[in-house]
Nanobody, 123 residues
């Protein structure tokens, strides 16, 4: 099993920045990729960004490309999501998830999920 714990959410004004963290523990050797997803009230969960476990490959949703950066600290088994130039439409619960097979934009290809952290952007 893999455990994922997110942190770093909060309330920020539009144009501001936040950094989310996702700390992985347990059988981390089984992880191939970590993704960030978000879900706003009344909307489906959507892909935000992903990184392979070695850290060499990343992918971003078009809506966040150029504003968000995903990175990984191998020593800490932690994945970060740096979010800059935040917009009101970025408001959502953000989840990190770990995949055992491949980096993907599809939520159903991720096997382990964190509890989520709320990000609220005021306009």
């Amino acid at each position: 099993q893999v455990q994922l714990v997110e942190s770093g959410g909060g309330l920020v004004q539009a144009g501001g920045s936040l950094r989310l963290s996702c700390a992985a523990s347990g059988r981390t050797f089984s992880i191939v990729a970590v993704g960030w997803f978000r879900q706003a009230p009344g909307k489906e969960r959507e892909f935000v960004a992903a990184i392979n476990w070695s850290g060499g490959l990343t992918d971003y949703a078009d809506s966040v490309k150029g504003r968000f950066t995903i990175s990984k600290d191998n020593a800490k088994n932690t994945v970060y999501l740096q979010m800059n130039s935040l917009k009101a439409e970025d408001t959502a619960v953000y989840y990190c998830a770990a995949a055992r097979w491949r980096l993907s934009r599809a939520a159903n290809e991720y096997d382990y999920w964190g509890q989520g952290t709320q990000v609220t952007v005021s306009s």
